[in-house]
């Protein structure tokens, strides 16, 4: 199972951010508590709507936008 099964963008949703299906828990939202050292288990138990492969999915979508990202050197004059 990829990401794509359990994220989702949609312009209606916290307007077109990517959310976990289903609740209105943004991608960069479950980043931020994974980067201030939440664990897993801390953030479904606080948020017990979400599942573990929804977190999993988040770290994915994450890593593979991150990925797709191109930086370009920009010529100073």
């Known amino acids: 199972m990829g990401w794509r099964d359990r994220i989702t963008i949609d312009p209606k949703i916290v307007a077109g951010k990517p959310v976990i299906k289903?609740?209105?828990l943004t991608v960069d939202?479950?980043?931020d508590l994974l980067a201030a050292g939440?664990?897993?288990?801390e953030i479904l138990e606080n948020y017990p709507q979400l599942e573990r492969?929804?977190?999993t999915a988040a770290l994915k979508y994450a890593a593979e936008?991150?990925?797709a990202e191109k930086v370009y050197a920009?010529?100073?004059k």
Do not use: N
């Not at 939440?38 to 288990?41: A, H, P, R, V």
């Open 74 to 76: 920009l010529a100073i």
């Open 53 to 55: 492969e929804d977190i």
């Open 29 to 31: 939202f479950i980043i």
């Open 38 to 41: 939440w664990t897993y288990e």
């Open 65 to 67: 936008t991150l990925k």
């Open 22 to 24: 289903g609740t209105r």
